[in-house]
């Protein structure tokens, strides 16, 4: 998927400028205690983050498949996956040069050959919160540009770990233009018991370009949230699919859903619907169960039937096609199992979590911006 691209497209990029040729302006002590946090992500189980192909397949040939129905699902954790290792490279590398204390360097990014600054200074005041420590890289030469040339800026808290971090491609390669002037992701993590988490992140994506003819469920903006109590990993969020048409002529949906995962065992559950991309709603029975996956399909596909043939399609033959689409749907460690009815009692603490989910509002995904400070 493009999405997917654009991830590895992204994670190439941060770990290809890992500050291989600073030139120090300001040089550390190098025995000192690194200020920079240990941690920035929360892991997700496999099990709901990975399109697994084991069973993609339907054994069914007239019914849709698990693996179609959610592939989307598995695609968009993983996006999640992908962004916190991207954050973590980028804590790592800047690790190497012992940041432990309010500095700054300059080095040539790898790939394009530009000059970049990293400035790190205390006390910084961001969305109503002072931040013991930000630091911030630019391309030298864009600096006079409207977004200041803002490459990445990392807002960060130690006792607990808090942060944030937002991350613009285009100024860390300019010569990457494959996804635009304009893409650029953030996020949120937090050790601080936030949200009635003992760890959470958020992460937000804005500004993808969407080309319909190449990719008709190209995703324009997403918002996912992760939280972990114990060996219990809950994800709800959104993917906005401004182009995206099923079986009529309706376009523009978005992809909302809840999950719940377990680390130890590694096995899922997840609930999706499928609402309008501008719908302004924020009701979980309206997200999850009027928009239900099952529902929009049935509704589609009896619209297109009636348009196509005249006459609506039998109920019965239907309802077969559409098994696998019960909600919720069940995962283990090769992909999808079934749909409503669960394989067993290791899934009931999942089941349960899942209900207290509730995806955000599509409309704010997507109308959704990220601004460096």
């Known amino acids: 998927m493009k999405t997917k691209n654009l991830i590895l ?19 550390p002590t190098v025995n000192s205690e690194d ?15 990975r399109n697994n192909t084991k069973k993609l397949k339907s ?22 996956e992908a962004a916190a290792d991207i954050t973590e490279s980028i804590i790592t590398a800047i690790k190497v040069y012992k940041i432990n204390k309010p500095m700054t360097l300059s080095y040539e990014g790898d790939d394009d050959h530009r000059t970049k600054n990293l400035v790190v200074v205390e006390n910084s ?28 800026q990392v807002f960060w808290n130690n006792s ?7 991350l613009k491609p285009y100024n860390m390669n300019r010569l990457d233009t494959e996804n635009g002037e304009d893409a650029i992701y953030r996020i949120d993590y937090s050790e601080a018991g936030e949200h009635g ?24 903006s ?49 609930e999706v619907g499928l609402p309008p991309n501008t719908l302004d709603e924020t ?6 169960e009027d928009y239900s996956v099952k529902n929009v399909f049935l509704d589609q596909i009896t619209r297109w039937f009636i348009e196509t043939y005249g006459i609506a399609p039998d109920s019965t033959s239907l309802a077969g096609y559409l098994h696998n689409a019960d909600a919720p749907g069940f995962f283990d460690t090769e992909g999808f199992v079934q749909g409503g009815t669960s394989p067993g009692s290791e899934y009931d603490e999942l089941v349960s979590s899942i209900q207290s989910l509730i995806p955000y509002n599509p409309k704010n995904i997507n109308e959704l911006e990220i601004n460096f400070k």
Not at 11 to 23: G, K, R
Not at 59 to 73: P, Q, R, V
Not at 160 to 166: E, L, N, Q, S, W
Not at 239 to 263: C, I, L, M, Q
Request: overall charge negative; charged content about 20%; hydrophobic content about 45%.
């Open 222 to 270: 997403l918002k996912m949230f992760v939280g972990k109590n114990g060996d219990i990993i809950d994800v709800y969020g959104n993917s906005n699919h401004p182009n995206a048409k099923f079986f009529t002529d309706d376009t523009g949906f978005d992809w909302a859903f809840v999950a719940s995962g377990t680390e130890s065992t590694d096995i899922g559950v997840a």
């Open 160 to 166: 607990p770990v808090k942060g944030i971090a937002i």
């Open 125 to 152: 005041a961001f969305e109503g919160t002072t931040w013991q420590y930000e630091l911030t890289v630019t391309d030298a030469e864009s600096e006079g540009n409207a977004d200041g040339g803002k490459a990445m």
């Open 9 to 27: 497209i992204l994670l190439s990029v941060f770990m290809s400028v890992a500050l291989q040729n600073c030139t120090e302006n300001n040089e």
């Open 197 to 220: 988490y003992e760890a959470s992140m958020i992460v937000s994506i804005a500004g993808l370009p969407v080309d319909a003819s190449a990719d008709m469920y190209a995703i324009s």
């Open 35 to 49: 200020i920079l946090p240990s941690k920035f992500s929360v892991n997700i189980p496999d099990a709901i983050s």
């Open 59 to 80: 054994a069914d040939a007239d019914s849709l498949s698990g693996g179609e129905i959610y592939e989307n699902l598995n695609t968009f954790i993983w996006i999640g």
């Open 283 to 288: 009701s979980r029975v309206v997200l999850l």
